[in-house]
């Protein structure tokens, strides 16, 4: 019976991801069917060899370290037995230093902490605002994030905390106090018992863009939460026809892969920190993977992040004809450096090097306008190279208008029209 399920199981899981660019990294083969009740069930110690066995095929396995580490290697293995998530880096400094030969210099505890972060034991930030604490025990700060962002089949009971959440949800908004009243719940309080550590996971979660610190709000003290909003965008402003008229397309194409949830969401904080998120009515204009940001009374963009591709409409209300050549090639090089710096730390997260990869290879830059409600693109070199192109609507469109994204840096003076 189990042999037919796990075969039936293979079968469908192939189906599913059989053709999927990333089907190398799912294991599947064999499968277990393990009964968790049962402490003496077989399956539980055959997944354990086969994680073993996987264990050993990884790069770091086996890989020399410093004798100088075990005294605080086993100090760290000691305060995750005794329940403690996180620890002032001074108190470990300190009991370093009576580790008497083996106690470490400040670099090269620095370097201990950044390799255990790398390896995944530890987390700890060597900047300023994040370097005072370390968090020891990784999956703590997991529970921390599931206090808000979670699925509403685990919300809280208390209504005052659901309220919380569905208006976080609708919003992509929550307030530091509400953010702060979720983590009262006892599950989360007794791993943040005082207010310190509150504000440095705070400060971590705005440097991982889980948080967003808007950049122009009415009320201080409140946070965008990009990963958490449900709703999609509305497309109802493609079908406007002056929307063409007004608005020039850019598109960041990937060349081999999807692009992740998590970039996505990594992608539309790190923008949303760089420019105020529009609103009406009282609304941020955050949805899932996408927004429309502020840039002045008269121009905005929207970023719209989808399978492989990252859009932005650029739109200036009185016509595209008026678009400020640096304003728009202003946004698309800080939008290149930002995708380029997410992507950097997109590898890190994952474990790998990004020292001597150019990221820019990952994905293709795409100028254009606007045509039959999607963009109209094409390459930046194709669209230097001509004056015009008709696209397989059989519209023609000028280059002029969609190479405004790009500084012409040959040119030393304005010209003559130039607005």
Excluded at 260 to 280: D, Q, R
Aim: include cysteine; charge should be positive.
């Amino acid at each position: 019976m189990q042999t037919k399920m796990k075969k039936e199981f293979v079968k469908k899981v192939t189906e599913m991801f059989g053709t999927h660019e990333m089907k190398n990294h799912i294991v599947f083969d064999p499968v277990f069917f393990i009964n968790g009740t049962d402490k003496n069930n077989q399956e539980i110690q055959k997944l354990k060899n086969k994680l073993v066995r996987i264990a050993v095929k990884q790069p770091i396995w086996g890989q020399r370290r410093p004798m100088i580490w075990v005294p605080l290697e086993l100090l760290i293995a000691n305060m995750k037995k005794e329940s403690i998530d996180f620890v002032l880096k001074t108190h470990l400094a300190e009991a370093n230093t009576m580790n008497g030969d083996l106690a470490l210099s400040p670099k090269q505890l620095d370097d201990f902490l950044l390799t255990q972060h790398a390896l995944g034991k530890i987390m700890y930030f060597n900047q300023p605002e994040l370097n005072n604490f370390i968090v020891i025990y990784p999956p703590a700060l997991v529970n921390i994030l599931r206090s808000f962002i979670t699925d509403k089949m685990f919300w809280p009971k208390e209504e005052t905390l659901r309220n919380i959440l569905r208006e976080m949800t609708n919003t992509g908004r929550i307030k530091k106090r509400d953010l702060l009243k979720l983590w009262q719940q006892k599950q989360v309080h007794q791993q943040m018992a005082c207010d310190e550590i509150k504000e440095f996971v705070i400060q971590v979660l705005v440097h991982l863009d889980v948080l967003v610190e808007p950049k122009r709000h009415s009320v201080w003290n409140n946070f965008l939460v990009p990963c958490t909003v449900k709703n999609k965008m509305p497309m109802s402003f493609l079908d406007d026809k002056s929307f063409e008229n007004k608005t020039i397309s850019l598109v960041y194409r990937f060349l081999k892969r999807t692009i992740s949830s998590s970039l996505a969401f990594k992608l539309i904080g790190a923008v949303s920190g760089i420019w105020a998120i529009k609103e009406e009515n009282g609304r941020p204009l955050l949805y899932h993977s996408s927004a429309v940001l502020y840039v002045d009374s008269k121009t905005e963009f929207r970023i719209i992040i989808e399978d492989t591709r990252v859009i932005v409409y650029l739109t200036h209300i009185p016509s595209k004809f008026t678009i400020s050549p640096d304003i728009a090639a202003s946004i698309q090089e800080c939008l290149t450096f930002t995708l380029n710096d997410v992507l950097k730390f997109y590898l890190t997260s994952i474990g790998k090097s990004h020292t001597n990869t150019d990221v820019s290879n990952f994905f293709r830059i795409e100028v254009g306008e606007v045509c039959d409600r999607s963009p109209c693109v094409l390459s930046i070199s194709e669209a230097k190279r001509i004056s015009s192109w008709n696209c397989c609507s059989r519209n023609q469109h000028l280059t002029k208008y969609p190479l405004l994204w790009i500084f012409d840096k040959t040119q030393e003076e304005c010209l003559p029209d130039c607005t």
